[in-house]
């Protein structure tokens, strides 16, 4: 499959001056009038990625406690007129975005994160900020079962790290949190921090991430079939 090719080509609107191979990330401004720069391709990214937070919101019933579509204006069940949630994003002025991460703001896409991922997928970043509540929940019901401390939330970039996977033909399934690896886990030679391994019929194979020093997640990928 061919990529289209990275746009190297970065302007000022205002200055009309262009600055080609501008592959620093921390050249942001234009040094004639101090306005952020702009590339055609991160442009792109970056709209697709604003539509898709946009696409984010849901509707709440405050009277019932559930949650429907963003398009439900009224609760099918009381009647009663819903409650519009959106993300909490924002456009900051170097023109990347944050979101709303446990009450802090968590950088999710920038220069620097273009140009390490040329070929950006929106919906990786998008499955992780969707998949939160479920992620959190999953963390305390794997610690809660084993009766162990309960660790603090994932951040968002170790939660990123899980979802950054679900891409290229791959579906990420969380099977469980851990503290630490065990030997019969290491003995067995079923999975190996950040390796992909055990492939079965080439269709799904495991992987473990250690996300801290006393904090692994145990990963069962499964891939679609889509070739690249």
Known sequence: MDFPAVDENWYCEDCDLNFEYCDKPDFLFCPNCGKVLKNDMYQ?????????LNNLGKSICENCGEEFDKEYNFCP??????????????????????????????????????????????GRIIKCISSKNYTDEKLECDFKRIDETLPEKLTYDEAYSIYELNGWGNLVHIEEFISKLSQDILESDQFKPNEKINYIENERFNRILKLREDLYVKLMIIESGINY
């Open 77 to 122: 069940l009381c009647s009663e007129k819903l409650k519009k949630e959106t993300i909490p994003f924002d456009i900051e002025k170097d023109n990347s975005v944050t979101v709303d991460w446990n009450g802090e703001k968590a950088l999710v896409y920038d220069k620097c994160v273009y140009l390490s991922n040329p070929h950006f997928a929106v």
């Open 44 to 52: 792109y990214n970056l709209d697709g990625l604003i539509d898709s």
